[in-house]
């Protein structure tokens, strides 16, 4: 499978990161910059950055609003391109890629969760689950059964058949981590993936996160403002002034992204 190909020997079955014995790095940054231009402003919110995950680590990006949390997990997961640097997934830069086969990557090395969980509302939540299979050719009742497994593994076995549209906040994001990890990816990407939800509902998704994340040898990144559950992942960085920071603790003031009259 393409997981176990990009994971290779380096993952031992029942390890909790999946990268026992392995500092392997599985992304990597150098020198990523993003700047925007709108009117006569400039902003760049990624400013040269440089940083690295290894396999199986758990990582939270903190910064304010604006900071450019996004911005990096776009980057992370090809879905915008950098001004100048590059990212390199398991050695290889993405942007030395072929368009087919950074869609490859886009749709089989990461899993994506959104603030909001972008469910289409009158599909099931197991269509809702199946679309990525779907997307890459597998046939209907294959796709189907394994949503039905992921909806399991998510706590939402009872509630295959009922509509997106209908599932509390919570459940809906839910489905959304199950519908990133379907395609069994080497990482996950969640961008701010609690904070719609009340506090009690966001501490169940991060538990749950964390639970998905040591069982399917997962790589996580996740954007939070929430610095109670930041503290809780393996590694915590700050985005401050376009670079990451070790340790973050990203205080509003110092979180500030640069912006340049041109
Ligand atoms: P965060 O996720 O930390 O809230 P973002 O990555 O969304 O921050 O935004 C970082 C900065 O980049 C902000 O100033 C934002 O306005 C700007 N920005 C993000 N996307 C665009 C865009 N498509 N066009 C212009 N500016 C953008």
Sequence with gaps: MYRQAILGATVEEGSPTGAAGSCEQILRAEGLTKTFTSGTSQVTPLDGIE????????????????????????????LDTPTSGTVYFAGDSLWARTESELAEYRNRAVGFVWQRHHLLPDFTAAENVAMPLLIRGESLGGALRAASEWLGEVGLA??????????SGGEQQRVAIARA???????????????????????????LMKRLHGAHHLTSILATHNSMLARRADRVLALEHGKLAEGGSASEESARTRVTRV
């Design 181 to 207: 990890l379907v395609n069994q990816p080497a990482v996950l990407l969640a961008d701010e993936p609690t904070g719609d939800l009340d506090e009690r509902s966001a501490e169940n998704i991060f538990e």
């Design 51 to 78: 940083f690295s995950v290894r396999r199986g680590e758990m990582i939270a990006i903190v910064g304010p609003s604006g900071a450019g949390k996004s911005t990096l997990l776009h980057l992370l997961a090809a």
């Design 158 to 167: 009872g509630q295959s058949e009922q509509r997106a549209g209908e599932l």
